[in-house]
């Protein structure tokens, strides 16, 4: 599948004194309760990684806490850092922490933790998560200005000018779910989505006061994703601002996976190149998951004027993300994506009905009733999400007719590792 991951950035340059922007992407969230803020933090990052990802702020404060490496925190330091490695679901990802004993007079352990979250932010495009006012919260830097970007991991010969930061803090109302441009992310219950200058960093990221623990005297932050990949471009990575509070129409989708075109790598373009300039979207199959609560979306293939499909995108159909984009790996074997008409699919369920040992002797075609939204779930008949079903009713029979044309009268759990 390919990863819905959602970053960018942003780059200025000025002809006197020149100073660059490095800011992805980061949608903010606040803390669902006091103790959540490394929670919401850590929310906040595995969202950006992959922008179908809303891991619930309890389980992942839960983890943090059966993790910790000592009491005395809500969320601490190792506990956090565990709970972006378990929750990242990319392979072989390492989250690591820096901590730096700061000595009286002297800014070196400032410099090189700030230094390291800058190379963490123009590497990986992933904001760290930072231990300040002296280890009482969790926020994270989500950008920063300076005047050139970091040549290596060890680069400290630039200016920094401002930090650009997400903290967490106010708490949201218990138990909010949070969605794609909540009141949350559009800010519209306050928060801070703001920039700190230099000077008032220094006053923010600050060493930790609890004696007793192992971390005390340090300035901590959680960053560097060890063996994460580097700088995904930002091809498949479109991001549809909508709130999720409704279904989008067809019509919606189709110029949605239309746009999407524009984020093809360059492989599926000359793939295409032949019919590229005229390719239209088919018409959008809507699909409900049946093993998940109000989860939607659209199959929409992009066709050719021979009436041959090139691809199929499939996206969310409440928040407009993309989920998957496929192609054909020959160029001449074209996907086939015509639906089945009504009358088949009641011809086939029928066919089922009567088939069955408890089936009928006679059928009323008339009063069979399909369902107009497609349905699918992980099943024996299906593992592939291009695959739903028809569901048509007779009675109190359900009858499953796939995409492709069998029929199934009734779905069966995946066995595991199939």
Aim: charged fraction near 25%.
């Amino acid at each position: 599948m390919i990863r819905n991951l959602v970053y960018g950035f942003l780059i200025f340059n000025f002809k006197s004194n020149t100073m660059v922007i490095h800011d992805p992407v980061t949608e903010y969230h606040r803390q669902n309760d006091e103790v959540l803020c490394g929670a919401a933090c850590a929310q906040m990052i595995l969202h950006q990684i992959d922008n179908t990802v809303y891991e619930l702020q309890s389980d992942l404060n839960s983890y943090a806490y059966d993790n910790r490496d000592e009491e005395g925190w809500a969320s601490e330091p190792a506990g956090l850092a565990k709970t972006m490695i378990e929750y990242d679901r990319r392979p072989n990802i390492g989250y690591r922490i820096f901590n730096e004993s700061v000595v009286p007079g002297s800014d070196e352990a400032f410099k090189k933790i700030t230094y390291k979250i800058i190379w963490t932010l123009f590497e990986y495009d992933i904001p760290p998560i930072v231990c300040t006012d002296y280890g009482n919260h969790w926020i994270i830097v989500t950008g920063y200005e300076a005047e050139r970007h970091p040549i290596n991991s060890d680069d400290t010969g630039f200016e920094i000018t401002k930090l650009f930061i997400s903290n967490p803090y106010p708490d949201a109302e218990p138990g909010i779910v949070h969605k794609m441009m909540d009141s949350c992310s559009d800010n519209g219950r306050g928060g801070s989505t703001s920039f700190l200058l230099m000077d008032e960093w220094k006053t923010t990221l600050t060493p930790i006061l609890l004696t007793t623990s192992k971390w005390y005297n340090q300035l901590v932050a959680i960053c560097d994703p060890k063996d994460a990949p580097k700088k995904i471009e930002k091809k498949y990575l479109s991001v549809q601002k909508l709130r999720g509070d409704k279904i989008i129409s067809p019509a919606q989708a189709a110029q949605i996976a239309l746009k999407e075109m524009e984020y093809f790598p360059e492989k599926i373009k000359s793939q295409l190149s032949v019919v590229y300039s005229s390719v239209k979207p088919g018409k959008p199959v809507l699909v409900k998951r049946i093993d998940t609560i109000n989860e939607f979306y659209y199959i929409v293939p992009l066709n050719g004027t021979d009436g041959k499909t090139y691809s199929v995108i499939r996206l969310d159909a409440r928040y407009g993300n993309i989920k998957e984009v496929s192609y054909p790996k020959n160029e001449n074997k074209p996907f086939q994506s015509k639906l089945l008409p009504a009358n088949k699919i009641k011809f086939l369920a029928a066919q089922a009905i009567q088939s069955d040992k408890k089936g009928f002797k006679k059928i009323f075609t008339e009063s069979l009733f399909i369902s107009p939204v497609m349905i699918w779930k992980p099943c024996k008949q299906s593992l592939n999400r291009y695959y739903p079903f028809y569901l048509v009713l007779y009675g109190s029979k359900r009858i499953y007719v796939r995409i492709d044309g069998k029929v199934f009268t009734k779905l069966t759990n995946p066995l595991l590792g199939m």
